[in-house]
């Protein structure tokens, strides 16, 4: 009995509904037997019997369970479920939700990059008096806002072409993430407000070079635009394209944030042969970016081959971007700096909570320091061994506002990077769709019918205009702060609360090693166990 009853139990009863209807229609028409009635008939029984015949398919199939016990009816889950972040996005969030920017941060980016009003009215939306909560200390004694545009001069005693960088500048992004018109609007908005352009490891595009921006080339384990065959590093390849006044900097990218340690692969399928010709990889081959570099194996040898990049390229500041790990291993390419006598003229230090087009959750989510301990980590390693007056540090990882800037360079930044705050000027709506080549703004994508959503001219204004914006609104911090120039800010500026009654200034959350404090000999527990396990002729800890 509970057998016969099936057909018409809540789970069955819509493909039930759908295999009588369309039974009934053919039914109808043929007992009717006129040619207009089933002209009227033909568009349901279509309908109802593509129905039927999904019903049926739903419970045939072996893949999903819901779909055998709710034939059709769970399609409408696998909709939902498809739809669920917009609908949550556009309906769902309050101002401070969202991840990874809040709802608040993107339309601020969205308002300065279309120089519309970014005020906000009634008062702040934080709890003031939640555990976290960070603010700048101001000043009685206000300063006038400076009317410079704050830059930062790049090079050690060994570069013999320092750069004047903009404090603020576009970070890692390579051609292949983004769209040739993404590259081209980044590039041009950098040159119309003279900052700098970061490739990422995908190598100098055409499109990079097209409206002649500052461009920093980096280069990952993949050496893409400068590698041999066997995918090794090629020196005479890398002196000419480092060799060109575009460039400004050469990187060398140790770890990315948000997948350090991690490698990646595009499959052959996707070696196009303009991607093959940028990046100097054959077609009909996967392109691998080893999660390790085959240049160097030891932090002496990596000083030899940074020292290298600076020579081929002609005296330009050579650096690394990393995102901080096992704290002996940057202790030991300390070690090595002291050691060989050549030392890096900037270090970027990305977070894990950088952003990436693609990564494993648990690389995301649960590996690597986050920006700010890494920051201020590499900020007193560089102290304590007497080269942080010859070494930038640039920060990488979630900054977007002149809030972000300003602690950041409190506890050790010379510079910021920005990834995702640029991507928000050129439109993106944070779809989170960047790993399917279907972002829907022309951002992320090589699909060039949805590239040509993004209008380079109107992109390049609001690339520009959003920088301009920021640095001035980085301007009336550091005045507000009594400040003449973020360089002069310090964690006493800062404070974050602890509990509801009790408040840690940033002077104590990061206490700063002395001069020279670690070829001395320091006794500062963040310091002295990975010191003593540090190596320079290994990664490898000692002992």
């Known amino acids: 009995m509970d057998t016969l009853l099936l057909p018409f139990s809540p789970r069955y009863i819509i493909l039930t509904v759908c295999a009588v209807v369309t039974a009934l229609l053919i039914g109808i028409g043929i007992f009717d037997n006129n040619l207009k009635v089933w002209e009227f008939l033909l568009v349901p029984i279509a ?151 970061d490739t990422g490891e995908g190598g100098v595009s055409p499109y990079h070079r097209e409206h002649g921006g500052d461009i920093i080339w980096e280069i990952g384990s993949g050496y893409f635009g400068c590698r041999n065959r066997d995918g090794s590093f090629n020196p005479e390849e890398f002196a000419r394209i480092a060799s060109d006044d575009q460039i400004k900097m050469v990187e060398l990218k140790v770890s990315q944030g948000a997948k350090p340690g991690h490698g990646g692969v595009l499959p052959a399928a996707k070696v196009s042969e303009e991607i093959s010709k940028i990046r100097g990889v054959p077609m009909g081959e996967d392109c691998i970016s080893p999660a390790t570099h085959r240049a160097f194996s030891t932090p002496l040898e990596m000083m030899v081959f940074i020292g290298e990049m600076r020579r081929l390229s002609g005296g330009k500041p050579a650096g690394f971007k990393l995102c901080v790990g096992h ?153 507000a702060a009594g400040l003449d120039h973020p360089r002069q800010l310090r964690p006493i500026h800062f404070s974050q609360r602890s509990s509801t009654n009790d408040t840690l200034s940033f002077a104590q959350l990061y206490p700063s090693l002395r001069p020279g404090e670690l070829i001395e000999g320091t006794q500062d527990p963040r310091f002295r166990d990975a010191w003593a396990m540090a190596r320079a002729d290994s990664f490898q800890p000692a002992g």
């Open 47 to 197: 309908i109802f019997g593509a129905l039927t015949l999904l019903g049926v398919r739903d419970l045939l199939q072996k893949n999903h369970a819901v779909l055998r016990n709710y034939p059709i009816s769970a399609h409408i889950r696998f909709l939902l479920e498809e739809i669920r972040p917009e609908i949550r996005q556009y309906f769902f969030e309050s101002e401070k939700d969202g991840m990874p920017f809040s709802r608040d941060t993107r339309a601020l980016v969205y308002q300065r990059a279309k120089m519309v009003l970014d005020k906000r009215p009634f008062g702040t939306q934080q709890d003031v008096y939640r555990d976290g909560y960070e603010w700048m200390h101001h000043s009685m004694a206000p300063k006038s806002r400076a009317v410079e545009q704050f830059r930062v001069t790049i090079g050690g005693p060994d570069c013999t072409k320092p750069y004047s960088a903009s404090v603020f500048n576009i970070s890692a992004m390579s051609f292949g993430a983004l769209s040739p018109n993404a590259v081209r609007a980044l590039n041009a908005g950098a040159r119309k407000g003279s900052f700098a352009h």
């Open 327 to 479: 704290p002996w291993e940057f202790l030991a390419i300390c070690k090595a700096m002291v050691q060989t006598g050549i030392y890096p003229d900037f270090i970027v230090v990305d977070g894990n909570e950088g952003g990436t087009g693609a990564a494993p959750l648990e690389f995301m989510d649960h590996l690597g320091m986050p920006m700010r301990e890494g920051v201020n980590f590499v900020h007193n390693a560089l102290i304590g061994i007497h080269a942080r007056d010859r070494i930038k540090i640039g920060a990488a990882g979630k900054i977007a506002t002149a809030f972000d800037m300003a602690r950041a360079m409190a506890i050790g930044a010379d510079w910021c990077n920005s990834a995702r705050g640029f991507m928000f000027a050129l439109g993106c709506i944070q779809s989170l769709s960047c790993h399917t080549d279907r972002c829907p703004t022309g951002v992320s994508t090589q699909d060039p019918l949805r590239a040509r959503a993004l209008v380079v001219p109107d992109k390049t204004a609001r690339v520009y205009n959003y920088h301009h914006a920021t640095l001035h609104a980085l301007s009336e911090l550091i005045a």
